[in-house]
């Protein structure tokens, strides 16, 4: 009975060799560019999906809203005087319609530039932990000679695995999402607190931040199962799934009031100061 369940187990690992392999060589585009991966789409006709032209129709919209909030808020602040400081001076909407605007053009070249800097980086951690061979399924089934106590553990490490490749694949849905709706955020810039595009590029960063420290910890737990750490690079797998979250822990989130941030600050300053009695 072991036996046979020693072997469905290894035949399960054996199925998911194409997902695994082709999925954890190519991490940073599921979630940067995960567009490339849904580009064989077919819609009615019978073409390709095309996320460019899904982007240009967003861009139009986006450019007439904007000169309309752009008329709205001139119109209401310098002349009926109901929004905003009708004193400020007027070049300050001006400048950040033209922000706006810029951004709506360029994003897509420094988003380029971000997510090679990313890789980068991600590259020049990585490559501290050089291993040979990337098969991981094979890795896995070299693993499973203790019998049915490590065949167990080996698919408990393939799952925590497939769950944090669904996590990417969702994170990469999310930061597709965020881009293609880059050009309504950028009409906050209109505002005196730009609105939400601050928290855009928080969370471009954050996501940016969590794929390093969770690609970092997959490579180490592939390692560490290829020098027999069986049970470790399981802990260390579902530490990997759980980054998001413990990171989130720690990131303070940016506030339109100065009172609010100060308030933020100081918390976090005083959760890290020890507290004696006396």
Do not use: H
Not at 10 to 20: D, H, P, Q, V
Not at 171 to 182: A, D, F, S, V
């Amino acid at each position: 009975m072991a036996d046979m369940l020693v072997e469905l187990i290894e035949k399960f690992i054996n199925g998911s060799e194409a997902t695994l392999n082709s999925l954890f060589n190519s991490m940073i585009n599921l979630v940067f560019f995960i567009e490339r991966e849904l580009s064989g789409i077919k819609v009615a006709d019978g073409s390709n999906i095309n996320f460019n032209l899904i982007y240009e129709t967003i861009f139009n919209y986006a450019i007439f809203i904007l000169v309309i909030v752009f008329i709205a808020k001139a119109i209401k602040i310098y002349f009926l005087m109901k929004d905003g400081d009708a004193e400020q001076n007027p070049v300050q909407l001006v400048l950040g319609m033209f922000k706006a605007v810029i951004i709506m053009i360029c994003f897509k070249e420094i988003y380029y530039i971000f997510v090679g800097i990313v890789q980068e980086f991600l590259n020049s951690i990585i490559s501290t932990m050089q291993m040979q061979g990337t098969n991981l399924s094979k890795m896995l089934i070299d693993n499973m000679e203790g019998g049915i106590y490590t065949a167990v553990a080996c698919l408990v490490l393939l799952i925590v695995w497939l769950i944090l490749i669904c996590q990417f694949i969702m994170k990469g849905i999310e930061i597709l999402i965020m881009r293609l709706g880059i050009p309504f955020a950028s009409i906050g810039l209109l505002n005196s607190d730009e609105g939400v595009f601050p928290e855009y590029i928080r969370n471009f960063l954050m996501t940016a931040f969590t794929l390093v420290v969770q690609l970092t910890l997959l490579n180490l737990s592939i390692l560490t199962l290829i020098n027999g750490y069986l049970i470790y690079g399981i802990a260390i797998a579902i530490i990997a799934t759980k980054t998001p979250m413990i990171l989130g822990k720690f990131m303070i989130r940016p506030s339109g009031s100065i009172i609010n941030s100060m308030g933020n600050t100081a918390r976090s300053v005083r959760a890290l100061i020890p507290r004696f009695r006396r």
